[in-house]
């Protein structure tokens, strides 16, 4: 009997932390009024996002939407802008209005000093009217401004959860990273995080730097548990074009890279397992005991988000919107200088129309790519049809890997194997328009 061997994907192609693709949005003609866009929206489990597009330095393997530096007086002309932004945003929300999580992120936070925190913080709650002391409230820092001044200011705003990017314990692979730090630093940053009592701490890991081998893998591990964080998110890394590293690895054409990348998720998944965490998806690992992060009932599927200042995004059941979008450093200047001078934040300007068949692929894809996986009923309650009859091909696919298991035939979830691939399985549901408009899409 001879055997068929199917061919597997690349495991590394995309990370889908959300659809559609940010590179998929295109100038909206003509703007869409918010007050139009949320009039008939859910308004009572929304998630509140704001984005600091500021950083000391910026590591090699970065591609989000941040600058060096904030030089005179930029970031007070930011929070004025965003201040500008939030009264805008909440009056066209109208009222009742209740946000169910919220987060700081960038970028880097904690770019920002102490009262510029403060600032940020009654942005938040006293003008989008988010309750921090009352709900799941994360922040993004960094060791260099982890800085007891900063962290008190979050701790006494009521964050829960303080997330530290970490990236490796080893200095030589922090400089193979372009992120120049001493471990030193990094270990007193955990140390101020650990002082202020905030139930939660994550720690983010990268594997795949050059020079990283399974021991000094294991010797990041190993020192992230040592303060027994909450959370752990391991991260494979990736080589965008416009980053520190593009010009040093030919991402496509290196095999042997993904399967270094894939024994060190293997490697790194079985030791969290085996130290008491639970994985929840392909990079996150959370502590069997830990404490709730924050009375949670924001539900990334279905919920909607707000998103204030340059790099975030804003959905909507039928629209994700945001501001214009760049990797390289001059166009990210421009972008942030015009958010500065802005006026006017009625309007959306850039965005992806959500269809049914969007929202299914959506639907889909923020699910199975948790361990959970997706309940099949869930499915056909807001959509009135199955999955395995929405997306035949699709789900064949992986069944015939053997990524999927079903416990209880009414239970959609990746096996083990299916969870390693998951940036490779993401990219498998993008729908043929999505897929054209992100090949279209100019980086700049």
Same mark, same amino acid.
């Given at each position: 009997m001879t055997?068929?061997r199917?061919a597997?994907?690349r495991?590394?192609?995309?990370?889908v932390?959300a659809?559609p693709?940010?590179?998929a949005y295109?100038?909206l003609?003509? +703007?869409?009024?918010?007050r139009?866009l949320?009039?008939d929206?859910?308004?009572?489990a929304?998630?509140l996002?704001l984005?600091i597009p500021?950083? /000391?330095?910026?590591?090699?393997?970065?591609n989000?939407?941040t +600058?060096?530096?904030?030089?005179?007086?930029?970031?007070?002309?930011?929070?004025?802008?965003?201040?500008?932004?939030?009264?805008t945003?909440r009056?066209c929300?109208?009222?009742?209005v209740?946000?169910?999580?919220?987060?700081f992120?960038?970028?880097?936070?904690?770019?920002l *000093? @102490?009262?510029e925190?403060?600032?940020?913080c009654?942005?938040a709650?006293?003008?989008m009217?988010?309750?921090? &002391?009352?709900?799941?409230?994360?922040?993004?820092?960094?060791? @260099?401004?982890a800085?007891?001044d900063r962290l008190?200011?979050?701790?006494?705003?009521?964050?829960?959860?303080?997330?530290?990017g970490v990236q490796?314990?080893?200095?030589?692979?922090?400089?193979?990273?372009?992120r120049?730090?001493r471990?030193?630093?990094?270990e007193?940053a955990?140390s101020r995080i650990r002082?202020?009592?905030v139930?939660?701490?994550n720690i983010?890991l990268?594997?795949?730097?050059?020079?990283?081998?399974?021991?000094?893998w294991h010797?990041s591990?190993?020192a992230a548990?040592a303060?027994?964080?909450e959370?752990?998110?391991?991260?494979?890394?990736y080589?965008?074009?416009?980053?520190?590293?593009s010009?040093?690895?030919?991402e496509?054409?290196?095999?042997?890279w993904?399967?270094?990348r894939l024994?060190?998720y293997r490697?790194?998944r *079985?030791?969290? %397992?085996a130290a008491?965490y +639970?994985?929840h998806?392909?990079r996150?690992?959370?502590?069997?005991?830990?404490?709730?992060?924050g009375p *949670?009932?924001?539900?990334c599927?279905?919920?909607?988000?707000i998103?204030?200042g340059?790099g975030?995004r804003?959905?909507?059941r039928?629209?994700?919107?945001?501001?214009?979008y760049?990797v390289?450093v001059p /166009?990210?200047?421009?972008i942030? *200088?015009?958010?500065?001078?802005?006026?006017?934040?009625?309007?959306?300007l850039h965005?992806r129309?959500?269809?049914e068949d /969007?929202?299914? &692929?959506?639907?889909l894809?923020?699910?199975?790519?948790q361990?959970?996986?997706?309940v099949v009923?869930?499915?056909?309650?807001?959509?009135?049809?199955?999955?395995?009859?929405?997306?035949?091909?699709?789900?064949g696919l %992986?069944?015939d890997?053997?990524?999927?298991t079903?416990p209880?035939?009414e239970?959609? &979830?990746?096996?083990?194997?299916?969870?390693?691939?998951s940036?490779?399985?993401g990219?498998?549901?993008?729908?043929?328009?999505?897929r054209?408009a992100?090949a279209?899409? /100019?980086l700049r």
């Amino acid at each position: 009997m001879t055997h068929t061997r199917i061919a597997l994907p690349r495991p590394y192609q995309s990370y889908v932390y959300a659809y559609p693709h940010k590179t998929a949005y295109r100038p909206l003609s003509p +703007r869409r009024p918010l007050r139009d866009l949320w009039a008939d929206e859910p308004r009572d489990a929304l998630s509140l996002y704001l984005h600091i597009p500021f950083c /000391e330095i910026r590591c090699g393997f970065c591609n989000l939407f941040t +600058r060096v530096g904030a030089p005179g007086d930029l970031t007070t002309r930011y929070l004025d802008a965003l201040t500008r932004q939030a009264g805008t945003v909440r009056d066209c929300l109208g009222d009742p209005v209740r946000f169910a999580t919220a987060a700081f992120g960038g970028g880097t936070p904690t770019y920002l *000093d @102490a009262g510029e925190l403060t600032r940020l913080c009654d942005i938040a709650e006293h003008i989008m009217g988010a309750d921090l &002391r009352g709900i799941g409230f994360s922040v993004e820092t960094s060791p @260099a401004t982890a800085t007891t001044d900063r962290l008190t200011v979050l701790a006494a705003r009521g964050a829960t959860r303080i997330s530290l990017g970490v990236q490796s314990f080893d200095d030589a692979e922090a400089r193979a990273a372009v992120r120049p730090q001493r471990r030193a630093d990094v270990e007193s940053a955990l140390s101020r995080i650990r002082d202020t009592g905030v139930a939660n701490l994550n720690i983010d890991l990268i594997y795949g730097i050059d020079g990283q081998t399974p021991h000094s893998w294991h010797t990041s591990l190993e020192a992230a548990l040592a303060w027994r964080p909450e959370e752990v998110y391991l991260y494979p890394l990736y080589v965008r074009p416009l980053t520190g590293l593009s010009g040093r690895r030919d991402e496509a054409a290196d095999p042997e890279w993904d399967e270094q990348r894939l024994r060190l998720y293997r490697q790194g998944r *079985d030791h969290l %397992l085996a130290a008491g965490y +639970r994985q929840h998806s392909l990079r996150m690992f959370r502590r069997i005991d830990a404490p709730a992060a924050g009375p *949670d009932d924001y539900a990334c599927q279905t919920d909607g988000m707000i998103g204030l200042g340059c790099g975030a995004r804003s959905y909507t059941r039928d629209l994700h919107y945001s501001f214009d979008y760049a990797v390289g450093v001059p /166009e990210i200047r421009s972008i942030i *200088d015009s958010y500065t001078a802005t006026r006017d934040f009625g309007d959306a300007l850039h965005g992806r129309v959500i269809d049914e068949d /969007e929202a299914r &692929r959506r639907f889909l894809l923020q699910s199975i790519l948790q361990a959970d996986g997706m309940v099949v009923a869930d499915y056909r309650a807001r959509f009135g049809t199955g999955p395995e009859s929405d997306f035949p091909v699709e789900l064949g696919l %992986l069944a015939d890997r053997g990524w999927l298991t079903h416990p209880t035939g009414e239970l959609l &979830r990746l096996s083990p194997e299916g969870l390693a691939y998951s940036d490779a399985i993401g990219p498998e549901f993008f729908s043929p328009a999505v897929r054209a408009a992100m090949a279209e899409y /100019e980086l700049r």
